[in-house]
């Protein structure tokens, strides 16, 4: 029904910076809340931010607040992870998520849909 292919990972500095893209195809991206989680080595899958499906809404976790923003682009059918001062603690692959009716953003069950993800890695 909709498909997601994540991109713009990469290898960075501590204190740089990425852009992290999520483009779908499929029903149209506006019917979609969407949401960001990462899953470093050795740990299990963790809430980054979610956006409703307008943009309006915005839910981040306590650890990336000041540094993270997310956006949308509905006519691009695309999400946008901005991440600044980066850590080597958020070296991890990210995962771009969607569902048509999301009642905790930051509960991986409540999305449907998920990317094949893309590595973050920040060196010290």
């Known amino acids: 029904q909709v498909q997601l292919v994540e991109s713009g990972g990469g290898l960075v500095q501590a204190g740089g910076s990425l852009r992290l893209s999520c483009t779908a195809s499929?029903?149209?991206?506006?019917?979609?809340?969407m949401g960001w989680f990462r899953q470093a080595p050795g740990k299990e899958r963790e809430f980054v931010v979610g956006?409703?499906?307008?943009?309006?809404?915005?839910y981040y976790a306590d650890s990336v607040k000041g540094r993270f923003t997310i956006s949308r682009d509905n006519a691009k059918s695309t999400v946008y992870l901005q991440m600044n001062s980066l850590k080597p603690e958020d070296t991890a692959v990210y995962y771009c998520?969607?569902?048509?009716?999301?009642?905790?953003?930051?509960?991986?069950?409540?999305?449907?849909?998920w990317g094949q993800g893309t590595q973050v890695a920040v060196s010290s």
């Open positions: 499929g029903r149209p991206f506006s019917n979609y809340h």
């Open positions: 956006i409703n499906w307008s943009g309006g809404r915005t």
């Open positions: 998520a969607a569902q048509t009716g999301v009642g905790n953003y930051a509960q991986g069950r409540q999305y449907r849909y």
